[in-house]
C-alpha cells in the first residue's frame, strides 16, 4: 500500500476510533468567564482552580450542559446525615413534564426513562429544606439512549433458587454440558484439590508477624496481615466453591465447610476488618459458600452465615452510602470491594432485606459513575499498573447487569476506546507508559492484561483486542486459558462470545493522544517493538489524586521495549517516607522543580494537553502545567509561584526527540529540569550533553537552557528506601531496591522567566548508527543534528516559538507564526501550530489551536 494511502487511512481510522488527530482551528475570543483569558491567538490559559476535587462541589448536569445519554444522571456535592428530593421538569417553573422522587439515601438520581429533546430543569433539596437553585440541561438528538430499568424490576429478575451468582440453579444441567471441554475446568479441579481437607487458619493470623520501627510502620504491616488472610479466605472458599458447581462432587463441601465455619467464629468488627480488602474478602468468600452449598448447610447454619456477611455487607454500605459518590476516586471501592458486594447482595436478597439496599445503591451508582476511573476517550486516569486491577470488575459487573436488564452497560465511547489507550500505553513486550503506581512492576503486559483483551475482543468483535490477546499470550508462552484472573469470567460468560477473525498483522497510527485522561504517546514502529522508540508524556486534568503522580508534563521514553529514561524510585507502601517523597513526588520524574520544589499533592495540581499533531516524520503535543505548582483544593493554599509551564514535546522520526520548555514565575526563581536512568548517566557539562543506555540502545541528551545551569548528577536517593514491609516479588523472592541515576540541570541564578531545549538522539546499539554531535550556528540560532534543523527561541524575554525542517526540505514544522515551506507561507493563524509534510508528492497540511478537554469546559462554566 502506498504511504500517502497509509497516512489516508490511518487518518479514518482515528477518527473512527475518537482518538484526536486534527483540531479545525478556532479563534477564541471575547470571554466573560472569569477562568478563562486568552494569551495569544489559538492559544488558551487555564485559571480553573481544581477540575477534579476530592470530593464533588457542583451539580450535574447544569449550566445548559448537552448531557451525553438518555435518560441522564443527576449528581449533586453531599450533605451530611441527609436523604434528599429531587424533581425534573421541562419548565423553568416545574409546571411540565414533572418528574419527582423523594427520599433519596444517596447523592444521585437516575430517573429511569427517557426525555424528551429540548432544554431541561432540576432543582435538589436535602431533608426538608427549601428547594435549591435551578439547573438547566440539554436533551439534543445526538444524545445516546440509555435507559435502564427501576431498581424493583431488578430485583425481580434475580433468581429465587440456590445458587445464583457463579451459576443459576436452573442453569447448571446446561453449564455442565457447555464447559465440560474447556481447559480451565482442570485448572480449577486442580487448584481446589490443593485445599482438600486443609485445616483452616485461626483468626490470630491476621496478627502480624514483624514489628515496624514506628506506628506508621506497625499500622501498614498490621493492614496488610489483616488483608492476607481475608485474601485467603476468599480464594479457598471461591475455588471450593466453583469446584464443586463444576463436579458436584461432596469432598468440596466436606473441605470448604470447616473454613466456613472457623470464618463464623471470627469477630467481624474485629481484626479481620482492618483492611477493607479483607474484610470484603470473607463477606464474598462467606457469600459465595452459602449460595453455592446452600442445599448442604443446614438452615442454622446458613442463617449464621447470612448473620455474619450482613454485618460486614452493612459496614460497607453505611460507610459508602452518600460518601463514596461524592469522591472523585474512592480506589478500593471501585477495583474490588464493589463488585464483591455486589455478588453479596445478588445471594443475599430474599434473606435480608438489608441486601435489596445494598443492591440499589451499586446498582444507581455504577449507572451514574461508572467507569469511574476514565472518560470517553478509553484512558485510564490511574495508570496502566492499577488499570489491570479494575478489568474483571469492568466486565463481570456489566456482565451481570447486562442479565439482569437486557440493557448493554459496554455501549459507551468508553468501553470501545480502551484497548487503543491500552495498545499505546502498554503494548505487547514492552514496558509500559511508566505513570502512576504500579506501573514500573512488571517488564511487559502480564498474561492478565492478555486474557482482558481477549474478553474485549469477544466482547467488542475487536481484531485488534485479539491481536493483542494473543500477543501477550505468546510473550508469556502460555495460552489465554492459563490465565487465573478471568478464569471464572470465561467458563460463565467469556466463551459464550465468539472470537473475531484473527489479523496477521497491524497498521496502527504511530501516535495518539487521550486528552481527558491527560496522556499522549509517540512511537515509530509499533507495533514491532524490536527497533521502537516510545515516547509517552503527560500532563492531566486528574493531577496527582489516588495512585497518580505529581508528573504533569512529565515523560518516559523507551526503546526495544526496554526502559531508557523513565520515573525513578519505588514503592514499599502507601504513604511511606520515600514514596512521598520521591516515588510520587515531582522529584523521581522527568519533570520540572520550581526553587528546588514539586508539585503538590492536590486535586487543583493539574495539567492538561492543548494541542496534539501526529504526522508521517514529525508527532507534536504540548502540555501545559500551569497550574500543577499551586492547589486549593480541600481548604489548601499552595502556590510555588509558577505562573506558565508549557512544554513542547516533538519526536523527529526515527530517532529524534525533542523537548522545548517555557518557565515563567512571579519571583526569580531556581529551575530545575529532571531525568532519570536506571544504570547511568555521564555528564560532558562542556559539550551539554549527557549520555545514558539500556538493553538495545545508546542515548545523548543536549541540553541547552536560557541561563547557564549546574549539571549534577547523583546514583542516589535523596530520601532512603527499604523494604520494610517486605514485598515480595512473583517469584515470592524479597524485592531488591536498586540506587538509580539522576540528573538535574539547575541555573546557576534565578530567574523569574528560563528556557529549556533539549534534543535527545536514541540509536540501536546493533549496526552503525551513532549519536551524533549537535551542532548551533550562531549567525542563525539553528541546532543541527544529522538531517533536522531546529531553531528555537532561548531568549526568555522573548515570544516563544521553535521550528523544525529537515534538508531534503520534505517537512516543516513551526509552534506559532508563520511556516514557510516550498517557497510559500502558511500564517493563516498567527497562533496556531503547524506542520506540512510531503508524502508521495503530496502536501500534507495540518494546523491546530489549543482544545480544551470537556471536564475544563465544565469548571469554566460554573
Same mark, same amino acid.
Given at each position: 500500500?502506498?504511504?500517502?494511502?497509509?497516512?489516508?487511512?490511518?487518518?479514518?481510522?482515528?477518527?473512527?476510533?475518537?482518538?484526536?488527530?486534527?483540531?479545525?482551528?478556532?479563534?477564541?475570543?471575547?470571554?466573560?468567564?472569569?477562568?478563562?483569558?486568552?494569551?495569544?491567538?489559538?492559544?488558551?490559559?487555564?485559571?480553573?482552580?481544581?477540575?477534579?476535587?476530592?470530593?464533588?462541589?457542583?451539580?450535574?448536569?447544569?449550566?445548559?450542559?448537552?448531557?451525553?445519554?438518555?435518560?441522564?444522571?443527576?449528581?449533586?456535592?453531599?450533605?451530611?446525615?441527609?436523604?434528599?428530593?429531587?424533581?425534573?421538569?421541562?419548565?423553568?417553573?416545574?409546571?411540565?413534564?414533572?418528574?419527582?422522587?423523594?427520599?433519596?439515601?444517596?447523592?444521585?438520581?437516575?430517573?429511569?426513562?427517557?426525555?424528551?429533546?429540548?432544554?431541561?430543569?432540576?432543582?435538589?433539596?436535602?431533608?426538608?429544606?427549601?428547594?435549591?437553585?435551578? &439547573?438547566?440541561? $440539554?436533551?439534543?438528538? +445526538? !444524545? =445516546?439512549?440509555? *435507559?435502564?430499568?427501576?431498581? /424493583?424490576?431488578?430485583?425481580? %429478575?434475580?433468581?429465587?433458587?440456590?445458587?445464583?451468582?457463579?451459576?443459576?440453579?436452573?442453569?447448571?444441567?446446561?453449564?455442565?454440558?457447555?464447559?465440560?471441554?474447556?481447559?480451565?475446568?482442570?485448572?480449577?479441579?486442580?487448584?481446589?484439590?490443593?485445599?482438600?481437607?486443609?485445616?483452616?487458619?485461626?483468626?490470630?493470623?491476621?496478627?502480624?508477624?514483624?514489628?515496624?520501627?514506628?506506628?506508621?510502620?506497625?499500622?501498614?504491616?498490621?493492614?496488610?496481615?489483616?488483608?492476607?488472610?481475608?485474601?485467603?479466605?476468599?480464594?479457598?472458599?471461591?475455588?471450593?466453591?466453583?469446584?464443586?458447581?463444576?463436579? &458436584?462432587?461432596? $469432598?468440596?463441601?466436606? +473441605? !470448604? =465447610?470447616?473454613? *466456613?465455619?472457623?470464618?463464623? /467464629?471470627?469477630?467481624?468488627? %474485629?481484626?479481620?476488618?482492618?483492611?477493607?480488602?479483607?474484610?470484603?474478602?470473607?463477606?464474598?468468600?462467606?457469600?459465595?459458600?452459602?449460595?453455592?452449598?446452600?442445599?448442604?448447610?443446614?438452615?442454622?447454619?446458613?442463617?449464621?452465615?447470612?448473620?455474619?456477611?450482613?454485618?460486614?455487607?452493612?459496614?460497607?454500605?453505611?460507610?459508602?452510602?452518600?460518601?463514596?459518590?461524592?469522591?472523585?476516586?474512592?480506589?478500593?471501592?471501585?477495583?474490588?470491594?464493589?463488585?464483591?458486594?455486589?455478588?453479596?447482595?445478588?445471594?443475599?436478597?430474599?434473606?435480608?432485606?438489608?441486601?435489596?439496599?445494598?443492591?440499589?445503591?451499586?446498582?444507581?451508582?455504577?449507572?451514574?459513575?461508572?467507569?469511574?476511573?476514565?472518560?470517553?476517550?478509553?484512558?485510564?486516569?490511574? %495508570?496502566?499498573?492499577?488499570?489491570?486491577?479494575?478489568?474483571?470488575?469492568?466486565?463481570?459487573?456489566?456482565?451481570?447487569?447486562?442479565?439482569?436488564?437486557?440493557?448493554?452497560?459496554?455501549?459507551?465511547?468508553?468501553?470501545?476506546?480502551?484497548?487503543?489507550?491500552?495498545?499505546?500505553?502498554?503494548?505487547?513486550?514492552?514496558?509500559?507508559?511508566?505513570?502512576?503506581?504500579?506501573?514500573?512492576?512488571?517488564?511487559?503486559?502480564?498474561?492478565?492484561?492478555?486474557?482482558?483483551?481477549?474478553?474485549?475482543?469477544?466482547?467488542?468483535?475487536?481484531?485488534?483486542?485479539?491481536?493483542?490477546?494473543?500477543?501477550?499470550?505468546?510473550?508469556?508462552?502460555?495460552?489465554?486459558?492459563?490465565?487465573?484472573?478471568?478464569?471464572?469470567?470465561?467458563?460463565?460468560?467469556?466463551?459464550?462470545?465468539?472470537?473475531?477473525?484473527?489479523?496477521?498483522?497491524?497498521?496502527?497510527?504511530?501516535?495518539?493522544?487521550?486528552?481527558?485522561?491527560?496522556?499522549?504517546?509517540?512511537?515509530?514502529?509499533?507495533?514491532?517493538?524490536?527497533?521502537?522508540?516510545?515516547?509517552?508524556?503527560?500532563?492531566?486534568?486528574?493531577?496527582?489524586?489516588?495512585?497518580?503522580?505529581?508528573?504533569?508534563?512529565?515523560?518516559?521514553?523507551?526503546?526495544?521495549?526496554?526502559?531508557?529514561?523513565?520515573?525513578?524510585?519505588?514503592?514499599?507502601?502507601?504513604?511511606?517516607?520515600?514514596?512521598?517523597?520521591?516515588?510520587?513526588?515531582?522529584?523521581?520524574?522527568?519533570?520540572?522543580?520550581?526553587?528546588?520544589?514539586?508539585?503538590?499533592?492536590?486535586?487543583?495540581?493539574?495539567?492538561?494537553?492543548?494541542?496534539?499533531?501526529?504526522?508521517?516524520?514529525?508527532?507534536?503535543?504540548?502540555?501545559?502545567?500551569?497550574?500543577?505548582?499551586?492547589?486549593?483544593?480541600?481548604?489548601?493554599?499552595?502556590?510555588?509561584?509558577?505562573?506558565?509551564?508549557?512544554?513542547?514535546?516533538?519526536?523527529?522520526?526515527?530517532?529524534?526527540?525533542?523537548?522545548?520548555?517555557?518557565?515563567?514565575?512571579?519571583?526569580?526563581?531556581?529551575?530545575?529540569?529532571?531525568?532519570?536512568?536506571?544504570?547511568?548517566?555521564?555528564?560532558?557539562?562542556?559539550?551539554?550533553?549527557?549520555?545514558?543506555?539500556?538493553?538495545?540502545?545508546?542515548?545523548?541528551?543536549?541540553?541547552?537552557?536560557?541561563?547557564?545551569?549546574?549539571?549534577?548528577?547523583?546514583?542516589?536517593?535523596?530520601?532512603?528506601?527499604?523494604?520494610?514491609?517486605?514485598?515480595?516479588?512473583?517469584?515470592?523472592?524479597?524485592?531488591?531496591?536498586?540506587?538509580?541515576?539522576?540528573?538535574?540541570?539547575?541555573?546557576?541564578?534565578?530567574?523569574?522567566?528560563?528556557?529549556?531545549?533539549?534534543?535527545?538522539?536514541?540509536?540501536?546499539?546493533?549496526?552503525?548508527?551513532?549519536?551524533?554531535?549537535?551542532?548551533?550556528?550562531?549567525?542563525?540560532?539553528?541546532?543541527?543534528?544529522?538531517?533536522?534543523?531546529?531553531?528555537?527561541?532561548?531568549?526568555?524575554?522573548?515570544?516563544?516559538?521553535?521550528?523544525?525542517?529537515?534538508?531534503?526540505?520534505?517537512?516543516?514544522?513551526?509552534?506559532?507564526?508563520?511556516?514557510?515551506?516550498?517557497?510559500?507561507?502558511?500564517?493563516?493563524?498567527?497562533?496556531?501550530?503547524?506542520?506540512?509534510?510531503?508524502?508521495?508528492?503530496?502536501?500534507?497540511?495540518?494546523?491546530?489551536?489549543?482544545?480544551?478537554?470537556?471536564?475544563?469546559?465544565?469548571?469554566?462554566?460554573?
Amino acid at each position: 500500500m502506498h504511504k500517502l494511502n497509509i497516512i489516508k487511512q490511518i487518518y479514518s481510522y482515528l477518527k473512527i476510533w475518537g482518538i484526536s488527530l486534527v483540531l479545525i482551528t478556532t479563534f477564541i475570543t471575547g470571554c466573560n468567564s472569569p477562568n478563562k483569558s486568552i494569551i495569544k491567538q489559538g492559544e488558551i490559559a487555564v485559571k480553573s482552580e481544581v477540575v477534579y476535587p476530592k470530593f464533588r462541589t457542583w451539580n450535574s448536569p447544569s449550566n445548559g450542559e448537552e448531557v451525553k445519554t438518555n435518560s441522564p444522571s443527576f449528581q449533586w456535592p453531599i450533605v451530611k446525615n441527609a436523604s434528599y428530593s429531587v424533581r425534573v421538569s421541562s419548565s423553568k417553573d416545574f409546571t411540565k413534564g414533572v418528574i419527582e422522587k423523594e427520599n433519596i439515601p444517596f447523592a444521585f438520581y437516575n430517573p429511569h426513562q427517557k426525555l424528551d429533546e429540548g432544554i431541561w430543569y432540576w432543582q435538589l433539596k436535602a431533608n426538608n429544606a427549601k428547594w435549591g437553585k435551578v &439547573n438547566s440541561f $440539554k436533551i439534543a438528538p +445526538s !444524545a =445516546k439512549d440509555f *435507559v435502564t430499568p427501576n431498581i /424493583k424490576e431488578v430485583l425481580n %429478575g434475580v433468581a429465587v433458587s440456590h445458587p445464583r451468582v457463579l451459576v443459576k440453579k436452573e442453569d447448571l444441567n446446561a453449564f455442565h454440558a457447555r464447559v465440560k471441554d474447556y481447559k480451565e475446568i482442570a485448572v480449577v479441579l486442580t487448584e481446589a484439590d490443593k485445599y482438600l481437607n486443609s485445616v483452616p487458619p485461626k483468626e490470630s493470623a491476621a496478627l502480624p508477624s514483624i514489628k515496624g520501627k514506628n506506628d506508621f510502620e506497625n499500622k501498614k504491616i498490621a493492614l496488610k496481615a489483616s488483608k492476607r488472610l481475608g485474601v485467603e479466605i476468599q480464594k479457598v472458599l471461591t475455588n471450593l466453591s466453583q469446584a464443586y458447581l463444576i463436579s &458436584n462432587d461432596i $469432598k468440596y463441601f466436606n +473441605s !470448604a =465447610k470447616p473454613w *466456613v465455619m472457623e470464618a463464623l /467464629k471470627w469477630d467481624p468488627k %474485629g481484626l479481620t476488618r482492618l483492611s477493607n480488602f479483607g474484610d470484603a474478602g470473607i463477606m464474598n468468600g462467606l457469600a459465595i459458600s452459602v449460595d453455592t452449598f446452600w442445599d448442604l448447610f443446614t438452615p442454622t447454619e446458613r442463617k449464621e452465615i447470612i448473620a455474619h456477611v450482613s454485618i460486614r455487607a452493612n459496614g460497607f454500605y453505611n460507610k459508602w452510602r452518600n460518601y463514596v459518590e461524592s469522591r472523585s476516586s474512592s480506589m478500593h471501592v471501585w477495583q474490588h470491594i464493589m463488585h464483591n458486594l455486589l455478588q453479596t447482595s445478588l445471594v443475599l436478597l430474599g434473606e435480608t432485606e438489608d441486601a435489596e439496599l445494598w443492591l440499589e445503591y451499586i446498582y444507581e451508582l455504577w449507572i451514574a459513575q461508572s467507569p469511574k476511573m476514565g472518560e470517553t476517550d478509553g484512558a485510564w486516569f490511574n %495508570g496502566t499498573g492499577y488499570f489491570s486491577i479494575n478489568t474483571v470488575t469492568l466486565y463481570d459487573v456489566t456482565a451481570i447487569f447486562n442479565e439482569l436488564t437486557n440493557v448493554d452497560f459496554r455501549d459507551n465511547d468508553w468501553y470501545k476506546n480502551n484497548m487503543k489507550w491500552l495498545m499505546y500505553a502498554f503494548p505487547p513486550n514492552s514496558f509500559s507508559d511508566g505513570f502512576c503506581n504500579g506501573s514500573d512492576g512488571t517488564d511487559r503486559p502480564r498474561l492478565k492484561h492478555g486474557a482482558y483483551a481477549d474478553i474485549v475482543a469477544r466482547s467488542n468483535n475487536d481484531p485488534l483486542a485479539y491481536w493483542y490477546s494473543l500477543e501477550v499470550a505468546k510473550s508469556h508462552g502460555k495460552e489465554i486459558s492459563d490465565d487465573l484472573s478471568f478464569l471464572w469470567y470465561r467458563i460463565q460468560h467469556g466463551y459464550k462470545e465468539t472470537l473475531p477473525e484473527p489479523i496477521k498483522s497491524i497498521e496502527l497510527p504511530q501516535a495518539a493522544q487521550f486528552p481527558e485522561i491527560g496522556v499522549a504517546y509517540m512511537h515509530t514502529t509499533l507495533p514491532e517493538i524490536e527497533n521502537n522508540l516510545m515516547f509517552s508524556m503527560r500532563s492531566s486534568p486528574f493531577g496527582s489524586l489516588g495512585h497518580t503522580h505529581a508528573e504533569q508534563n512529565g515523560f518516559n521514553i523507551a526503546f526495544g521495549g526496554k526502559r531508557l529514561f523513565y520515573n525513578s524510585g519505588y514503592r514499599a507502601t502507601m504513604g511511606d517516607p520515600h514514596f512521598l517523597a520521591w516515588y510520587k513526588h515531582t522529584q523521581g520524574h522527568n519533570a520540572i522543580l520550581i526553587d528546588g520544589e514539586g508539585q503538590p499533592f492536590n486535586a487543583g495540581a493539574y495539567g492538561w494537553i492543548p494541542r496534539f499533531i501526529y504526522g508521517d516524520k514529525i508527532s507534536y503535543a504540548v502540555g501545559d502545567a500551569s497550574n500543577a505548582y499551586s492547589g486549593s483544593d480541600l481548604g489548601e493554599n499552595i502556590d510555588l509561584g509558577m505562573k506558565r509551564f508549557r512544554r513542547h514535546f516533538i519526536m523527529l522520526r526515527p530517532s529524534i526527540i525533542v523537548i522545548y520548555d517555557e518557565l515563567v514565575a512571579d519571583h526569580d526563581a531556581e529551575w530545575s529540569w529532571l531525568i532519570h536512568n536506571d544504570s547511568g548517566i555521564k555528564v560532558d557539562a562542556e559539550k551539554k550533553t549527557l549520555l545514558a543506555e539500556n538493553e538495545l540502545a545508546n542515548a545523548q541528551v543536549s541540553l541547552f537552557s536560557s541561563t547557564d545551569i549546574d549539571y549534577t548528577v547523583s546514583d542516589k536517593f535523596s530520601v532512603p528506601i527499604k523494604n520494610w514491609v517486605q514485598n515480595r516479588d512473583d517469584n515470592g523472592q524479597l524485592k531488591e531496591f536498586k540506587n538509580q541515576w539522576h540528573f538535574k540541570g539547575i541555573s546557576k541564578s534565578k530567574t523569574p522567566q528560563m528556557r529549556y531545549l533539549a534534543i535527545i538522539q536514541v540509536k540501536p546499539k546493533s549496526g552503525e548508527s551513532v549519536c551524533e554531535e549537535v551542532v548551533f550556528d550562531a549567525s542563525t540560532k539553528t541546532y543541527s543534528v544529522g538531517d533536522w534543523n531546529i531553531k528555537a527561541e532561548m531568549n526568555a524575554s522573548k515570544l516563544a516559538k521553535i521550528k523544525i525542517s529537515d534538508n531534503s526540505k520534505t517537512v516543516s514544522f513551526v509552534s506559532s507564526g508563520t511556516l514557510e515551506f516550498d517557497g510559500k507561507n502558511y500564517n493563516v493563524n498567527t497562533g496556531s501550530s503547524k506542520l506540512i509534510e510531503r508524502i508521495e508528492g503530496k502536501n500534507i497540511f495540518q494546523e491546530v489551536e489549543d482544545e480544551i478537554p470537556a471536564a475544563i469546559k465544565r469548571t469554566m462554566k460554573q
